[in-house]
């Protein structure tokens, strides 16, 4: 099993930041693909960013040019730099993390329960 919990959120004035991290925890042997996902009320969840294990990313279109992906494998985490937030943005931020649990292993998707960020105008 494995745990995901997120920190770093909160409420901010629109044009400031944040970082949001993701911390996994319990039987990990590799982890993929690493991503934030959002959901403001009354939407479905939306991917954010996502990034592979080399690295690679890529964004939504509403936050390219605002909002950074990174990741330690070494330490399973995953990073979310907000910058020049909008009101648009608050919503509650979820990490995920593509996780195989043993060599040879079939990869699960985990999530993080959640962290609200809020943007004020």
């Known amino acids: 099993q494995v745990q995901l919990v997120e920190s770093g959120g909160g409420l901010v004035q629109a044009g400031g930041s944040l970082r949001l991290s993701c911390a996994a925890s319990?039987?990990?042997?590799?982890?993929?693909?690493m991503g934030w996902y959002r959901q403001a009320p009354g939407t479905q969840r939306e991917v954010v960013a996502r990034?592979?294990?080399?690295?690679?990313?890529n964004y939504a279109d509403f936050v390219k040019g605002r909002f950074t992906i990174s990741r330690d494998n070494a330490r399973n985490m995953v990073y979310l730099q907000m910058t020049s937030l909008k009101p648009e943005d608050t919503a509650v931020y979820y990490c995920?993390?593509?996780?195989?649990?043993?060599?040879?292993?079939?990869?699960?998707?985990?999530w993080g329960q959640g962290t609200q960020v809020t943007v004020s105008s």
């Open positions: 995920m993390q593509l996780v195989t649990s043993q060599r040879m292993g079939v990869p699960v998707s985990y």
């Open positions: 990034i592979s294990r080399d690295h690679s990313t």
């Open positions: 319990g039987t990990i042997f590799s982890t993929n693909v």
